[in-house]
């Protein structure tokens, strides 16, 4: 087996169609040793946030000196990007060969595994031969049912901002996304909550005190954001003064108080992680595609908001880094996604739109998506391509600014588009 015939397999089986719950991964792991049951995790759930704050958690866990497993999703430029330790995406050999590993125990079963429960194993697999002290385990979707949840109880668990999205799997109210989320919860395992939502607050609280699991709620008071430029952010949490930060969306150091608590949590239950490794944590941290500045001047941005609950924090980030300025806006939406809301947020800080498809089979066409924005009185014209539309939005922007946002299904497109445009 190769690179390329190892991805086609992991991506052969869709979850679409197959009954939600933990028992083929369950029977999987069991197969293959149960790796999980060797590793200590720090589990993150949320609708918004919880890649960048996952992202965070592993940046000052490294900085502390620990051996770090991450596993996120989805990936910008390379799948291998998903399973990571200290930082450094699995080698192509790794992954064909975990492939073979995992590959016959799959067909061995009855019920065959879905893609993400075959990535599952194949991280819980790779944590373990690289003997990582924790791993920073990112959930896919929801929380009780997800195949990350096969875990033992965490070191920590951690519950990012909610919202309203995969309402369709998780809804319909906030409280029921609320519950699934909740589900990551186990008993006598500290918990860190976002909070700030009541409904949602109470569901996790509730099944906090059912579990016997101890609950933080991130306490936002304690968070002063003293700048915000295009060179970063500087903000005072809880006692750290000065933190930098270089993500630049405006609402990161909200995600990074929700960092630095369960950072906290994990050091009053043993773990050796000092306020200089997470200032050297934070100040280094990495997390592609969500609010990036892929050129500075004219500006050209990456954002991966997804739902209208991001996008509604990435309009605020807009007008606080670029006041009074209007933007070409490069988009691509899935169809499950609140389109409607998503742009109604960015068309008062809109010069005009740029609709492409993103390479998903849930991305809205093209000009399905132009004419929508055109509905909603907005400027629009889609493009065939990437590279196309890239083009297209720089040139209607004529020295402003540029903003691709909708998805993160297009970012490395984009990002290869850009590099490209500039280099001609």
Known sequence: MNYDQALAYIHAVHWQGHKPGLE????????????????SFVHVAGTNGKGSTAAMLDSCLRAAGYKVGLFTSPYINRFNERIQVDGVPIPDQDLVRLVEQVQPAAAAMADVPTEFEIITALGMLYFAQQHCDIVVLEVGLG?????????????????????????????????????????????????????GAPEADKVIADTA????????????????????????LVFDFDGLEGLTLPLLASYQPKNAAVAITALRVLRSRGWNISDQAIRQGLAQVRWPGRFELLRRDPPFLLD???????????????????????????????????????????????????????????????????????????????????????????????????????????????RRALTFLEEK
């Open 24 to 39: 083929r991964i369950r029977i999987l792991l069991d197969a293959l040793g149960r790796p999980e049951q060797q590793l």
């Open 304 to 414: 991966g908001s997804h739902n209208a609950h991001g996008m509604r924090a990435t309009v605020a980030s807009l007008r606080e880094q670029f006041p009074g300025q209007t933007f070409v806006f490069l988009v691509s939406i899935m169809a499950d996604k609140d389109s409607d809301e998503m742009l109604r947020l960015l068309l008062p800080l809109a010069k005009s739109f740029v609709t492409v498809t993103a390479p998903s089979p849930r991305a809205i066409p093209a000009p399905d998506l132009a004419a929508q924005i055109t509905a909603l009185g907005g400027i629009a014209e889609p493009a065939d391509s990437i590279p196309a539309a890239v083009a297209r939005a720089d040139a209607l922007a004529g020295g402003g600014p540029v903003a691709a946002l909708g998805t993160l299904y297009f970012s490395g497109d984009v």
């Open 209 to 232: 005190r059912a579990q016997g699991a101890p609950l933080t709620v991130v306490d936002f008071n304690r968070l002063h954001l003293r700048s915000v430029t295009l060179d970063g």
């Open 143 to 195: 929380g009780a049912l997800d195949s990350t949840n096969i875990i033992p109880p965490p070191a920590c668990a951690v519950i990012t901002a909610l919202g309203m999205d995969h309402v369709k799997e998780l809804g319909p109210t906030l409280a029921d996304i609320a519950a699934a989320k909740a589900g990551i919860i186990k008993p006598g395992s500290p918990v860190v909550s976002y909070g």
